[in-house]
């Protein structure tokens, strides 16, 4: 009987063993014939900034895994670069030196079969990293240093900051501060948290390849940042400003943005626009965008402005602006404010964001704690301005009207 269960137990396992291989061979890797595969043909080149992109046309061959590119960066190391054989193009990239150099394309098969290398000439046009670098512009502005630049490759950079300091009598560059950019929309950063004394700083740019360019070294003196005088605000209402609430007996007028308080009923609040329509107001295409208006009482260059939410009902709700924008003038224009023509942008795409990043009608001790503290939004500092005008163009409620707490502005007051 013993003899009979071990024939069994032989037989099966031959059996299970047999059936699995047969699986591998029609499900798992295909059968390595030992074979190389066929090269690429007729591959063409175009130089591109910082590499450059090879087509070519792939072999006919049922067992073709990949296309390999072999290349060395600028530091001497070996690169490679792959693409499936559903595309008939890869791109080599990383580099910045415009040196001519030869790139080995490889076919590979499943079965790690690889073919004889098809030489092509590559020379990279300059690298986005330079071209990067090249449109550094360093400016001083409000408790730090501005860099402008043109990231129109949307190149992942880390932008550092140093400070050339004094360290037994020897000139040292000390790092401050880093950026991490990759919107090319974005075309500048601000490093704060500097005093208003003349200061050189350098900066360096570090692409995703590590290819690091030199530090361009400027010598600015960070403006000083001062709140501005409250005392001065008055009231400006334009035409095409929001109508505000009336009921309750209550003063909802935007001189209630700075009266120190931010709760009911001391609160800016406008009615519904179903009431009071709203045209458009050039260059916005959207109907019943409530606007309120601030005379600042003397010019100024305003490095930020801060926002304190209504705290009825929770902070991140009903009326509060979620997204706005605000522009600065110097003076009135002729149209009075039934066009934004001869503005300047100040806060372009503002948007108040709930820290939690918590659902509608949930806030968490964080959100109520930066509401409280007031948020913060930088403004483009350059154009001079002394009125100030704030568009809302949706509140967290989603609907026409608008409510807020309190609001304050930073900058530079001019004499």
Same mark, same amino acid.
């Given at each position: 009987?013993?003899?009979?269960?071990?024939?069994?137990?032989?037989?099966?396992?031959?059996?299970?063993?047999?059936?699995?291989? $047969?699986?591998?061979?029609?499900?798992?890797?295909?059968?390595?014939?030992?074979?190389?595969?066929? $090269?690429?043909?007729?591959?063409?080149?175009?130089?591109?900034?910082?590499?450059?992109?090879?087509?070519?046309?792939?072999?006919?061959?049922?067992?073709?895994?990949?296309?390999?590119?072999?290349?060395?960066?600028?530091?001497?190391?070996?690169?490679?670069?792959?693409?499936?054989?559903?595309?008939?193009?890869?791109?080599?990239?990383?580099?910045?030196?415009?040196?001519?150099?030869?790139?080995?394309?490889?076919?590979?098969?499943?079965?790690?079969?690889?073919?004889?290398?098809?030489?092509?000439?590559?020379?990279?046009?300059?690298?986005?990293?330079?071209?990067?670098?090249?449109?550094?512009?360093?400016?001083?502005?409000?408790?730090?240093?501005?860099?402008?630049?043109?990231?129109?490759?949307?190149?992942?950079?880390?932008?550092?900051?140093?400070?050339?300091?004094?360290?037994?009598?020897?000139?040292?560059?000390?790092?401050?501060?880093?950026?991490?950019?990759? /919107?090319?929309?974005?075309?500048?950063?601000?490093?704060?948290?500097?005093?208003?004394?003349?200061?050189?700083?350098?900066?360096?740019?570090?692409?995703?390849?590590?290819?690091?360019?030199?530090?361009?070294?400027?010598?600015?003196?960070?403006?000083?940042?001062?709140?501005?005088?409250?005392?001065?605000?008055?009231?400006?209402?334009?035409?095409?400003?929001?109508?505000?609430?009336?009921?309750?007996?209550g003063n909802f007028f935007v001189d209630q943005l700075w009266?120190?308080?931010?709760?009911?009923?001391?609160?800016?609040?406008? /009615?519904?626009?179903?009431?009071?329509?709203?045209?458009?107001?050039?260059?916005?295409?959207?109907? /019943?965008?409530?606007?309120?208006?601030?005379?600042?009482? $003397?010019?100024?260059?305003?490095?930020?402005?801060?926002?304190?939410?209504?705290?009825?009902?929770?902070?991140?709700?009903?009326?509060?602006?979620?997204?706005?924008?605000?522009?600065?003038?110097?003076?009135?224009?002729?149209?009075?404010?039934?066009?934004?023509?001869?503005?300047?942008?100040?806060?372009?795409?503002?948007?108040?964001?709930?820290?939690?990043g918590a659902p509608l009608g949930q806030e968490s001790s964080?959100?109520?704690?930066?509401?409280?503290?007031?948020?913060?939004?930088?403004?483009?500092?350059?154009?001079?301005?002394?009125?100030?005008?704030?568009?809302?163009?949706?509140?967290?409620?989603?609907?026409?009207?608008?409510?807020?707490?309190?609001?304050?502005?930073?900058?530079?007051?001019?004499?």
């Open positions: 009987m013993k003899k009979y269960y071990n024939r069994v137990l032989v037989f099966m396992t031959s059996f299970l063993m047999l059936i699995a291989c $047969q699986e591998d061979e029609k499900n798992g890797p295909f059968f390595n014939d030992g074979t190389a595969p066929l $090269q690429v043909t007729n591959v063409e080149v175009e130089n591109i900034p910082g590499g450059a992109k090879i087509t070519y046309n792939i072999p006919d061959e049922s067992d073709l895994l990949y296309i390999e590119a072999s290349y060395k960066r600028d530091n001497g190391e070996l690169a490679t670069a792959r693409a499936s054989v559903f595309t008939n193009s890869l791109t080599v990239d990383g580099l910045r030196v415009s040196n001519t150099q030869d790139v080995k394309l490889i076919t590979v098969d499943q079965g790690n079969n690889r073919s004889e290398p098809v030489l092509v000439s590559i020379a990279p046009i300059k690298a986005p990293i330079d071209i990067f670098y090249e449109s550094l512009v360093m400016k001083p502005t409000f408790g730090g240093v501005r860099i402008n630049f043109d990231n129109s490759f949307n190149t992942r950079i880390e932008l550092q900051l140093y400070e050339e300091i004094l360290i037994d009598g020897e000139k040292v560059d000390v790092y401050r501060q880093s950026a991490f950019l990759e /919107n090319g929309d974005i075309e500048s950063h601000i490093f704060r948290g500097f005093d208003s004394t003349e200061a050189t700083f350098k900066v360096a740019a570090i692409d995703r390849w590590d290819n690091v360019t030199d530090r361009l070294a400027g010598t600015v003196t960070p403006l000083l940042e001062v709140m501005l005088d409250e005392s001065k605000f008055g009231v400006n209402v334009l035409p095409t400003d929001g109508n505000v609430l009336e009921c309750c007996g009266d120190d308080s931010v709760g009911w009923p001391n609160v800016y609040h406008t /009615n519904d626009v179903a009431s009071d329509p709203i045209p458009a107001i050039p260059p916005y295409t959207q109907k /019943n965008l409530i606007a309120f208006t601030i005379d600042l009482g $003397q010019d100024a260059n305003l490095s930020r402005m801060k926002l304190f939410p209504r705290p009825d009902g929770g902070f991140f709700t009903r009326g509060n602006p979620r997204l706005f924008e605000v522009w600065g003038v110097k003076e009135i224009p002729a149209d009075n404010g039934a066009s934004f023509e001869g503005w300047s942008l100040l806060i372009k795409d503002g948007e108040m964001i709930k820290p939690s964080e959100d109520r704690a930066a509401a409280e503290a007031g948020l913060d939004f930088p403004t483009d500092s350059e154009p001079v301005v002394r009125y100030v005008r704030v568009v809302t163009l949706k509140n967290w409620e989603g609907s026409q009207w608008v409510h807020l707490g309190e609001i304050e502005f930073f900058g530079k007051p001019i004499d």
